[in-house]
């Protein structure tokens, strides 16, 4: 079947038109009023101040006791359901198993309320949840368990294989071994010998509020968010209530405008930040019901949203282009949702993905695990932007070969050209510095003398750009690549979402990710695409596609070489997993899938032979 089709390039520009600021103009009386109205709370959060999640939660427990909290699968969890549950938890873990403020506790399940309950009944007596990719398995999910020791163990039934499998190189200690739990699920797995079962543990504890609950300042964490970043494996992002706090009240009122009646549906694991920092968070603010799925489905998508009667989601990475990607159904537009939030949708698709699905408001916005990354959003609702913030920040010019901001002869960095792409970074004006639980990992996300003696700013890893002002006062950003992303050729730099852009307009391709790879005894990177196409390569239309992206891009951005793959690798949050590919390239060695190769002075792709690979790597031809 068909899918349906990004227009061309040509036709639709990738900026905010004339007619977006001035629909723009309108919206933003009644955000700015928003946006004032909590400025002097927002501002009240500090440190020591005791503005936790905790008295959030028991606060609708008490004020909506019937009100849906959780929707999930076809069960309902009120306020006073869910705030019982976490005291369960709460109350066991502290008068049975002896955990203290500030001990850890290792969490690996997926998305059903029984994360939910861990998570926040585990905060209410200041205890952190070390949150672990469900995704992990092997290797990375030894290192992210042992980068913060937990006390205790609480894995799913869903996860228990993945968590057996690597028990041993954990070595827990005799105590560790002792406070091993299982949360059961379906049912369809045993549980261990050496495992309790939680939920019989938990079910008859105190359900009333615990009193260490109004004890918890902003400054204290509840949670270890895993995030990998530009510097190699994940490091432990510290989460704590003021930072999730501050989020209910960004994200609901100066961000989207939530209210008790709206229904979230959380698309991303709870592991993520975008789940808790972003769609939970909103939902603390006025008491709003979320609704769960334990995976992502785009083919069930819009008939999940209509069951939940969702009013809103948060999207993350290529989730809107899987939705937009679906055949057409009844169902896209029989929904009650509205506005949605997060980050990833890309320029090209903006204004059709809100035409096809009935979106009216699109909240994207720039962000970060880390505290420190400055909070960018489009608040206006402006058509192809991520937003604008109020706080100190910075776009500075970059070296892509170095991976280096460039400084100037006195030694300080400089600042971008409108227009013109570079390095965002925060200002830190906070004596609080801590980011990650590894003080090294801070110290490579920090920059020092910025622009003066004595500055100090954090690098987010992003390049961004400045797309113009609007009322004098907001400067929009659009975002451009990831640094790790962005690759030089011929002297210029390519941005890989722009090529991608591109070449998701042809016909034949269903999704693709664009990335620089080395050719021997050339300098730079050169282009390649792995795409998954709806036609076998023997019958993709090259002609057509060389011509289009020809049309569509500048010479330096055309991809040398193009692999077909039956499928994509994808994250948890369903960001395309560039790493192998990378590392692969177009080594025939490796390599199964078929891949074409532009050769210098070719008016077409070809096949990668055998013949062609050793003549590259013997310099034979001249890129």
Known sequence: MRLNRIPSKKSKSYLPSKWDFVKAWFFSRHVIKRMESVADEALAITPESYKNVAILIEKHAKEYPNDAAILFEDKRYTHKEYNEWCNRYASYFQKKVGLNKGDIAVVFITNRPEMMFTIFGLSKIGVISSLINTKQRSNPLVHSINIDPGKVFIIGEELIEAFEDVCQDLKLSEEQSKHLYFVPDNGDIKKPDEFQNLLDLVKNEDVSNPPSSVTLQAKDPYAYIFTSGTTGLPKAAIITHGHTYECSIYFADTVVGFDHKDVIYVTTPLFHSHAIQVAYAASLRYGSTIALRRKFSASNFWDDAIKFKATSFNYIGEICRYLYNQPEKPTDRKHNIKKIIGNGLRNEMWRDFKKRFGIKEIYEFYGATEKNAPNIANRFNLNCTVGFTLKPYAIVKYDLDTNEPIRAENGYMIKAKEGEAGLLIAQIITDNLYIYTDKKADEKKLLRNVFEDGDLYFNTGDLLKEIGQFK????????????????????????????????????????????????????????????????????????????????????????????????????????????????????????????????????????????????????????
Not at 504 to 522: K, R, S
Not at 567 to 579: C, D, E, P, V, Y
């Open 472 to 623: 004098k006062i907001y400067i929009f950003n659009q975002f451009v690549d990831r640094i790790g992303d962005t690759f030089r050729w011929k002297g210029e730099n390519v941005s890989t979402e722009e090529v991608e852009a591109a070449i998701n307009e042809f016909d034949q391709v269903e999704i693709c990710c664009v990335y620089g790879v080395q050719i021997p005894h050339t300098e730079g990177r050169a282009g390649m695409v792995s795409l998954v196409s709806n036609s076998q390569s023997k019958d993709f239309n090259f002609t057509g596609f060389y011509s289009m992206i020809q049309e569509n891009l500048p010479e330096y951005a055309v991809p040398k070489f193009i692999r077909f793959t039956p499928n994509l690798s994808t994250t948890a949050t369903l960001k395309i997993k560039k790493g192998n590919l990378k590392k692969e390239a177009f080594n025939l060695e490796e390599i199964e899938d078929s891949i074409y190769i532009l050769l210098p002075n070719s008016s077409g792709y070809k096949l990668l032979t055998k013949e062609i690979y050793n003549g590259i790597l013997n310099s034979k031809y001249n890129f």
